[in-house]
């Protein structure tokens, strides 16, 4: 006897309808009653309608996150980011020139183009997270939202990191006191009172770890 599965957009039930199709019991399913499972969380929870088609299962990670037909593979796997698609199928034709390994899961599964810069291994701590090359250690660990280099073998791992307003680097450092300091050996911007010493105070050890990265790779894998 096949199991029961359940509805996670309501009460109903789902029954199998082939091709990978399942439709929910209830007739005023919220999310149009017919399912497919989601590539991210497994479930059979993406919703498929004419209107749109994304995943419902609250706890999944692309909860909702629209997606549609990529037109080079074929698959329902274009999301919007930045305002144009994308698709997140790694094995894409589309991905052929971007695809990279991701730092943090190991896969090849890494977008690595300027206008993108994020993985989408569904299991990876940091999908969909914009990850830039750290500064100090090279490596593509950076996080951009969290303003941290990741990687436990960089000398500035975790410490909160600005953009430099003179040479436009992710390495201006804040002191608690509210002065700020440039960490590029190649930038002598100081703001506030420490612009007036000539000198850096307090500022976290760095040996030349600025690497100049115009290539658009990254330099080591943090596996070293």
Known sequence: MVAEIACTACSGT????????????NSSCPEGGLFMPCGYCRKHAFAISKEQMYCSNLECRAFQRKR?????????????????????????SSNRSVIAVCFFC???????????????????????????????CGVQSSVVEDRVCKNPRCQQANKPME???????????RRATGEETCLNDEC?????????????HDVPVVESTIFSLGDGKSVGDGKE
């Not at 953009?163 to 450092?173: N, V």
Request: with cysteine.
């Open 188 to 200: 002598d911007y100081a703001g506030d009172s420490s612009s007036n010493s000539g000198t850096h």
């Open 106 to 136: 190991s896969n090849l599964s890494f977008l690595r183009a300027p206008d993108l810069m994020f993985c989408t291994k569904s299991d990876c701590k940091h999908l969909f997270e914009r990850v830039e090359d750290c500064s100090f």
């Open 163 to 173: 953009s430099c307003p003179k040479c436009e680097a992710r390495t201006l450092w």
């Open 68 to 92: 549609s037909t990529c037109t080079s593979c074929n698959r329902v796997s274009a999301i919007m980011h930045n305002d144009k698609p994308v698709c997140v199928n790694r094995n894409c």
């Open 14 to 25: 789902l029954s199998d309808q082939g091709q990978q199709r399942f439709q929910c019991s």
